[in-house]
């Protein structure tokens, strides 16, 4: 039986995140030193972590492994559902009051954009029964010369969908400027890639957790509106 080297486990723990930072491997029971998928410090055998990937720090953050059943929401407490508006991959952001409750993505892989948008929306309507938010929060759309016009008219054409849907839904929803709800969460950076990055980053100083792009852009969105929600239905629009 052949010896276990460390590019060995580099290699088998690589694929959830995790990195070993010790240099030398004995057997299994000796400690060594590893990098959970958040950064944190593990110490630990590869007797156990070979088993399972487990950071004493992630297993006491709630934020880490939300759960996919939402507990009911309390009467005087306001439910916002935030949408990182997209007809691929749409990031979705969950918040009972100020505190960040659920988080994830829908995927569709249709092969049309119309076929696209209404898979969306019929997502849309599928979460708004599950969830009862009393707030929609909609990314608004911003034309970029990266984007291009085909782009920007696809998520024109979604962006009216969704309004239509939380009308019809009698829902209270804000259309988010980009530039606005950015600058109410500090993101930063020059190019629409710095921007992405920075939210990822603030996302991971507030809750200590990694999440895509998509993800990251609805916790902004979701923040935005939890903070800054008004009585009334309208769509806010700050250009």
């Not at 723990?13 to 030193?33: C, H, Q, R, V």
Request: proline fraction near 3%.
């Amino acid at each position: 039986m052949s010896r276990i080297s460390i590019q060995q486990i580099a290699h088998e723990i690589e694929a959830d995140g995790w990195k070993i930072k010790s240099t030398e491997y004995k057997n299994l029971d000796t400690p060594l030193e590893f990098e959970c998928a958040e950064g944190h410090l593990v110490i630990a055998p590869y007797k156990k972590i070979r088993v399972r990937r487990e950071c004493p720090v992630c297993a006491q953050n709630q934020f880490k492994n939300l759960k996919e059943t939402l507990a009911p929401k309390q009467r005087d407490v306001t439910r916002t559902l935030a949408l990182d508006q997209s007809t691929h991959i749409t990031g979705f952001a969950i918040f009972d009051g100020h505190q960040l409750v659920q988080y994830g993505t829908y995927v569709t892989e249709a092969p049309g954009e119309y076929e696209r948008i209404h898979e969306v929306n019929m997502w849309l309507a599928s979460i708004i029964k599950n969830t009862a938010p009393d707030v929609i929060g909609i990314e608004g759309i911003q034309y970029q010369k990266e984007m291009g016009v085909t782009t920007f008219q696809t998520l024109a054409r979604l962006q009216g969908v969704l309004i239509e849907s939380c009308m019809q839904a009698k829902l209270l929803f804000k259309v988010c400027n980009t530039n606005t709800w950015r600058n109410h969460c500090g993101v930063q950076g020059r190019s629409r890639s710095d921007r992405k990055t920075s939210m990822q980053r603030l996302v991971k100083e507030w809750y200590d957790i990694k999440v895509s792009d998509d993800v990251a852009d609805a916790i902004g969105i979701g923040k935005f509106v939890s903070d800054t929600l008004q009585s009334q239905t309208q769509i806010i629009n700050w250009e």
